[in-house]
């Protein structure tokens, strides 16, 4: 079975993080394990608090993941990493242990409203983890603020993922959810490419709610995994979160 190391902060609520991950990682059909860089006590109204992992029991955690997987890790889902030291940490054992799949969402504010990386961690993860990336997959929040861009339809997708691709990564898909419309559009670009894909579905009628980037990430990581090409791994993670969510707004 294909395993995945999940990078990721836990959830009290269980609507994102850690929790959501899992939840999707185990529903393709891999092996999930696990390193925690940080508790979090949040609702999906409000965020309480967050404390960040040690870098020690945080290194300690990636080398028995590597052990447990007989140093056969298929992909890594990368998510909340709140401080610089946990950045370094991770970097670190990414290039010394060269894992494959390395799909990296870079959070910036839990939806319910908390801040999920300082500053220094958010130029730290630029600089060391984005030219390991297989892909990243910001938001529009977090695309226009990793690149001092502005984003005001989907006309504007392809000049943020280019000015992303400038930051190191193979590939980035910018999530447009935060955009109005009818549809949602999330635009990928690999580099040396001159143009995009778009993935187009219809904006389902439903409420704001936490996890949707946790769980789209965790589903490429997986899918990757599985030996899908990036394309078909974005396309096949994106109709299983289209179907989750279409089951919870009828259920």
Known sequence: MPTVLIVAGFDSSCGAGLSADLEVVRAMGCQPLLAVTAV?????????????????????????AWDHSDGHLSAVKIGMLPNESIV???????QQKNC???VLDPLLKSTSGGHLA???SVSKRSRSLFPLAT???PNIPEACSLTGLCCLSTHDLHALANAIIGLGPAAVLVKG?????????DYLLEKGVSKGQEFRQVRLSMPSIRGTGCRLASGIAARLAL??????AVENARSYLFTYFEKRCSS
């Open 40 to 64: 979090t006590a949040q609702t999906d109204q409000k965020f309480l608090s967050s404390q960040p992992v040690a870098s020690s029991v945080f290194l300690d955690q990636l080398e028995a």
């Open 88 to 94: 370094e940490t991770l970097a670190e054992f990414l």
């Open 100 to 102: 494959p799949n390395i």
């Open 118 to 120: 300082d500053e220094s």
């Open 135 to 137: 892909l990243v997959t």
């Open 177 to 185: 959810g935060h955009l109005e419309g009818s549809e949602c559009m």
């Open 227 to 232: 030996g899908d090409d990036l394309e078909d």
